[in-house]
């Protein structure tokens, strides 16, 4: 026995095999397999309309496929009971303006799942929220009605949730649309942050990868199907380059097929 490798255990973060959806008879995801690492930090990316917020709801067991299996840290989605441990930013969700909370407790609502509602939050949960509103640059606006906020204000709002329990698996659906370049770099911080101090798995849908280009160790393009798998470098090799292509990227995914 001694001396032996043992077999490799590491569990995907997400993984999907053969996955396929379609709205009433028109088909939106086709046959897509993929896998994300736990640590990786993977952008998926893809013009209007292919596909990719109604993937990302199949992976989070939000939508059930027509054909294929999901795991998402291990089992399948449904399954998972510490559901704390995925933070997920759908797209443009916009908080109900006349929501009677401020900032800090929308934020301190992401702990609940972990702590149980029933008890106070303790000096580990202020901390976190604290922490996580910093990562976003939102400290000042602590105490603020969030229904008083901008919409890129808001969105970093439920960013800042999602990052509060240092979650394993992070997802996020266009969450900088819009957003200034002060605060797309913030957001950049404190993706990165998660991923390399804590391990966590990153999957973002955007267009906006410029902040971004230089951390991502993973890039799906998906047209329905996913038409390129594989590192931001290969990605180049085939003519897109998501740092000088930041600003019109859709258009050139365009060109992949
Ligand atoms: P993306 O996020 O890449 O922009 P979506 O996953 O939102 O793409 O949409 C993929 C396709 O499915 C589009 O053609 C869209 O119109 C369609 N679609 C999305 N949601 C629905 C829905 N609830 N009912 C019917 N069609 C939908
Ligand atoms: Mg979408």
């Given amino acids: 026995m001694g001396g ?26 086709v046959d897509v397999s993929l896998r994300v690492e736990p640590g990786e930090f993977c952008a998926l990316v893809g013009p209007n309309g292919s596909g990719k917020s109604t993937l990302v709801r199949i992976l989070l067991g939000l939508l059930q496929p027509d054909a294929g299996t999901v795991r998402c840290l291990g089992v399948e989605p449904r399954a998972l009971d510490d559901r704390w441990r995925i933070g997920y930013v759908p ?8 929501l009677p909370a401020t900032v800090e407790e929308v934020v301190a609502t992401g702990r609940l799942a972990r702590r149980g509602w029933w008890r106070p939050p ?28 901008s919409g890129g204000e808001q969105q970093r ?14 997802v996020l659906d266009e969450p900088v649309a ?20 804590h391990g966590a798995a990153v999957l973002l849908v955007s267009h906006e990868l410029g902040a971004v280009a230089a951390d991502l160790d993973h890039v799906l393009v998906m047209k329905r199907s996913i038409v390129f798998d594989g590192d931001p470098f290969e990605l ?12 019109d990227l859709p258009l050139w995914l365009e060109s992949l097929s």
Avoid: W, Y
Avoid at 91 to 98: I, V, Y
Avoid at 157 to 170: F, G, H, R, Y
């Fill in 4 to 29: 032996m490798t043992p077999p490799r255990t590491t569990e995907a973060a997400i993984e999907a095999q053969g996955v396929s959806f379609a709205f009433g008879g028109t088909p939106a995801v």
């Fill in 91 to 98: 797209q443009r969700h916009a908080l109900a303006p006349a």
């Fill in 122 to 149: 303790s000096r580990a949960d202020r901390e976190a929220v604290a922490h996580a509103l910093e990562a976003v640059a939102l400290t000042h606006l602590v105490h603020r009605p969030v229904g008083s906020l």
């Fill in 157 to 170: 709002v439920l960013i800042a949730k999602a990052l509060v329990n240092e979650p394993a698996l992070l």
């Fill in 178 to 197: 819009g957003v200034d370049a002060s605060a797309q770099r913030a957001f950049r911080d404190s993706v990165v942050h998660e991923v390399r101090e």
């Fill in 236 to 247: 180049a090799a085939r003519g897109v380059s998501l740092g000088v292509h930041a600003d």
